[in-house]
C-alpha cells in the first residue's frame, strides 16, 4: 500500500494524471501486462477519490441504506467486535433481496456502528469495502458513468474541483498533449494507487 502525498495529491496534478490516462485505451498500455483493465469512467472515478475530502456531516452514515458488505467485510467486522462470525451475520447482516448471496447490514438508519456525538465511525479500522470506496467508486466493479451524491457534500465539492483542475490542465497546450505511451501508462499506475490507498 503505498501513501500518496499532499503534492501528489494537487487537484491540477491529478487533472493532469488523469487526462494522461485517459489518452489511450487500456488495451494498448496493459497489452503486456497482468494487470486489470479499467474504463475512462473508473479512471475518472479514481480521480475524484484521490480529490475527495469527507466532511465528516455523517449524512452516509445516518441515511444510506442498504449497505452492501462483502463476506470478507463480514469476517473482519466480526474479528474486529471479538465475536464469531456467525453472531456478527445474526447479529449485523440481512440477506439483500434483490442479489442472491450479497449481504446488507441490518435496515438501521443511522448506522448501529455510527457514533452521532463523535460524528466517526466505531469500526473505522474495519469498516466494509462499499464505505471505503463511498462516493465514487463501485462496489462490484466498472459503471458506466460517475454518479454524484447530492446529499455528499465532499461528492459535490470533488467534482467541482476536478472540473475545474481539468480545464486549467487543457487550458495549457502543452499539458493537455500528454499523449505520450509512457506517459499514460505511468498516469494509469498512478491512479490505480488511488485503490491501493483506501
Ligand atoms: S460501518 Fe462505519 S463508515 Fe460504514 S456506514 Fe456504518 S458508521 Fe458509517
Ligand atoms: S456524506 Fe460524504 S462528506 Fe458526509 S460524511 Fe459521508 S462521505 Fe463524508
Partial sequence: MTEMTKLERDPKNVALQLLSATSLPDWEVFREMDAPRYTTVDYYRMAC???????RCGNCCTTGDPIRLRPEDAAAIAKSLKIPLNKALKKYTIQ?????????????????????????????????WSCRIFPFLGIYGSEDKIKVNESCPGSVETM????????VVRADAKM???????EARNAKEFLREALNSI
Fill in 96 to 128: 439483500d433481496p434483490k442479489k442472491a448471496g450479497v449481504l446488507d447490514f441490518k435496515h438501521i438508519l443511522p448506522c448501529k456502528f455510527y457514533d452521532l456525538s463523535a460524528k466517526g465511525c466505531k469500526i473505522y479500522a474495519a469498516r466494509p
Fill in 176 to 182: 493537455a498533449n500528454a499523449t505520450d505511451l509512457a
Fill in 49 to 55: 477519490h484521490m480529490i475527495f475530502a469527507c466532511h
Fill in 160 to 167: 467541482k474541483i476536478l472540473k475545474e483542475a481539468i480545464e
